[in-house]
């Protein structure tokens, strides 16, 4: 009902920078908060940033300074700019959304999650 496409990922240097895209549709009424997550080998998957309908942001720490989350004006389309990217950022990025659905019903939609590799 609701598909969540992720792009932008990809091998980068540590220091360097990637843009990740979420792009969100389907039978969409609204979207309340949009987040990022990643899971590195071996770990759980862990919050990234976060960003509500209104645009409040949250970050978690260690990304906090490096990494912007935001929205488009459509509020379909979610970013996440990474500066300054470590080999530790190394992981499978997953975006996130709580939708609600044409007709009422509440929703949580997962993307594919898209690889970002930092070398050392």
């Known amino acids: 009902q609701v598909q969540l496409v992720e792009s932008g990922g990809g091998l980068v240097q540590a220091g360097g920078s990637l843009r990740l895209s979420c792009a969100a549709s389907?039978?969409?009424?609204?979207?309340?908060?949009m987040g990022w997550y990643r899971q590195a080998p071996g770990k759980q998957r862990e919050l990234v940033a976060t960003i509500t309908s209104g645009g409040t942001t949250n970050c978690e720490e260690s990304v906090k300074g490096r990494f912007t989350i935001a929205r488009d004006n459509a509020k379909t389309t979610m970013y996440l700019q990474m500066n300054s990217l470590k080999p530790e950022d190394t992981a499978v990025y997953y975006c996130n959304a709580h939708v609600r659905l044409i007709g009422g019903e509440n929703v949580q939609v997962w993307g594919q999650g898209t690889l970002v590799t930092v070398s050392a």
């Open positions: 389907g039978r969409i009424f609204s979207i309340n908060v």
